[in-house]
């Protein structure tokens, strides 16, 4: 099989300039896809809990019924699992917003530091890799499964500060890595260009009679795969520039440290998702985090007629039944954000393999808190979506036994799928039963 280094010099044969290869690299016909078939990770975080009656299957195994906060996943039940009673039992330093984003992917204690909650001791970053960035890493140490990027880091309405609530993944002990939030700034690191909004051009005129060239030297079924990948990314310069053209008007006032306008939220969120299965399907990387908002994250989802601040509202009683009615549209909606990555995944054909693109994709949608007004760590949302992992079987609702299972059993899960079989991640404390049985 030809390596990356022959297609790159059979592409010069060809006279193809190097503005070409991004989106010519992982078609099959050219030799660029590996012998084992891919895997990948999404995590997507969302905040501040959920409605436990709204969310929670009522019944466990194959025949369960969603309930309203996951209806949107109803055509995707046969590739979910849902599991319940997965508790983040790590202690120490932070309140539970902190504690709760900063160990969710690291399963390790954060460090002493000088951020305060809203209550407990003040803290600072966590004092471990996350398990995204573990996966990268080995993923990157293998040619066979090394990409572009390894992982991408991104994010909607990501607040500029960095501190422990607005940072999901760590490289390592102490080092946060920034999520990208800005589909501009997402689409000049994927495609190399867009550094001036004022002068974004089109990167496929660029080299349009490249890849006019490639077109003749692939097979049918890759060249209306690179058909497809080359429109996707003409319709997202288009969406680029209109939305340049609708911003020429008076800044608003916004709350400092906030990216962007609260209301463009849904159109910021497909921008960025629409992005991410583009660079899934160029094969750019193998794992990525989504981050809407942050821990504490405090959107006003006016499009869904909420005018409160989801935090706000997420400290409300249980006995404030119009709370718990838009705290359950707004995890819907979160639930239909994800709903469409999964289509797009699901429409996309699996490059030189088999079935989808979901199909090898697992998506994990989690949350710093298992309920928001009680800010308890316990029964952490945890949805796997998707399929391709090693030990992991979807279409289920599993509920743990009394008390829980340390969350750190399922990253261990999660790295045991790409066939990194690790003994411990995160606090060993909570590793030693190995990781969920899910099979």
């Known amino acids: 099989m030809p390596t990356l280094h022959s297609r790159r010099e059979f592409l010069r044969s060809l006279?193809?300039?190097?503005?070409?290869?991004?989106?010519?690299?992982?078609?099959?016909?050219?030799?660029?896809?590996?012998?084992?078939?891919?895997?990948?990770?999404?995590?997507v975080f969302t905040p501040n809990g959920v409605i436990p009656t709204s969310f929670w299957p009522d019944q466990t195994g194959e025949d369960f019924t969603l309930k309203e906060s996951m209806t949107p996943f109803e055509p995707f039940k046969k590739q979910l699992l849902v599991l319940h009673g997965v508790c983040d039992k790590i202690k120490g330093d932070g309140d539970s917003h902190m504690r709760g984003i900063?160990?969710?992917?690291?399963?390790?204690?954060?460090?002493?530091?000088?951020?305060?909650?809203?209550?407990?001791?003040?803290?600072?970053?966590?004092?471990?890799?996350?398990?995204?960035?573990?996966?990268?890493?080995?993923?990157q140490k293998d040619p066979a499964t090394r990409t572009r990027f390894g992982s991408l880091e991104?994010?909607?309405?990501?607040?500029?500060?960095?501190?422990?609530w607005t940072r999901l993944s760590?490289?390592?002990?102490?080092?946060?890595?920034?999520?990208?939030?800005?589909?501009?700034?997402?689409?000049?690191?994927?495609?190399?260009?867009?550094?001036?909004?004022?002068?974004?051009?089109?990167?496929?005129?660029?080299?349009?009679?490249?890849?006019?060239?490639?077109?003749?030297?692939?097979?049918?079924?890759?060249?209306?795969?690179?058909?497809e990948h080359a429109q996707l990314v003409r319709d997202m310069e288009r969406e680029l520039r209109d939305a340049r053209a609708a911003a020429n008007h008076p800044v608003p006032e916004l709350e400092p440290g906030t990216r962007r306008d609260n209301d463009n939220m849904p159109k910021l969120t497909k921008m960025n998702l629409d992005l991410l299965a583009a660079a899934f399907t160029a094969d750019f990387a193998r794992v990525a985090t989504f981050q809407i908002t942050n821990s504490v994250g405090g959107a006003r989802m006016k499009w869904l007629g909420i005018d409160e601040g989801h935090h706000q509202l997420s400290h409300e009683p249980d006995t404030n039944t119009a709370a718990v009615?838009?705290?359950?549209?707004?995890?819907?909606?979160?639930?239909?954000?994800?709903?469409?990555?999964?289509?797009?995944?699901?429409?996309?054909?699996?490059?030189?393999?088999?079935?989808?693109?979901?199909?090898?994709?697992t998506i994990v949608w989690t949350n710093e808190l298992g309920k928001g007004n009680s800010h308890t760590l316990n029964d952490i949302p945890f949805v796997l979506l998707g399929g391709g992992l090693d030990g992991i079987k979807m279409g289920?609702?599993?509920?743990?036994?009394?008390?829980?299972?340390?969350?750190?059993?399922?990253?261990?899960?999660?790295?045991?799928?790409?066939?990194?079989h690790l003994t411990k991640f995160g606090n060993p404390d909570y590793c030693s039963a190995g990781p969920l049985s899910l099979s």
Not at 25 to 31: A, D, E, K, V, Y
Not at 154 to 164: C, I, K
Not at 177 to 191: E, N, R, S, T
Not at 329 to 351: F, G, M, S, V
């Open 15 to 43: 006279g193809v300039s190097a503005a070409a290869f991004p989106f010519v690299t992982n078609l099959s016909s050219l030799g660029a896809a590996p012998a084992a078939p891919k895997r990948r990770l999404v995590v």
């Open 170 to 227: 760590y490289a390592a002990a102490n080092k946060p890595v920034a999520p990208i939030d800005d589909p501009y700034q997402l689409f000049d690191k994927l495609y190399g260009k867009g550094k001036d909004r004022e002068a974004l051009k089109s990167v496929l005129d660029d080299i349009q009679a490249d890849l006019k060239t490639i077109q003749g030297a692939v097979s049918g079924e890759d060249r209306k795969l690179l058909e």
């Open 396 to 420: 289920r609702s599993l509920k743990q036994g009394r008390g829980g299972v340390p969350h750190n059993r399922l990253l261990l899960s999660l790295a045991h799928g790409f066939g990194h």
């Open 325 to 361: 009615d838009k705290l359950t549209r707004i995890n819907k909606w979160y639930a239909e954000q994800i709903a469409h990555l999964a289509k797009k995944l699901a429409d996309t054909p699996e490059p030189g393999g088999d079935g989808s693109l979901l199909d090898h994709t």
């Open 154 to 164: 991104l994010g909607v309405m990501v607040p500029e500060r960095a501190d422990t």
């Open 102 to 139: 900063g160990c969710l992917l690291t399963g390790v204690e954060l460090f002493p530091g000088n951020i305060q909650g809203g209550s407990h001791t003040p803290a600072g970053w966590a004092s471990g890799i996350s398990i995204d960035q573990e996966i990268k890493n080995f993923l």
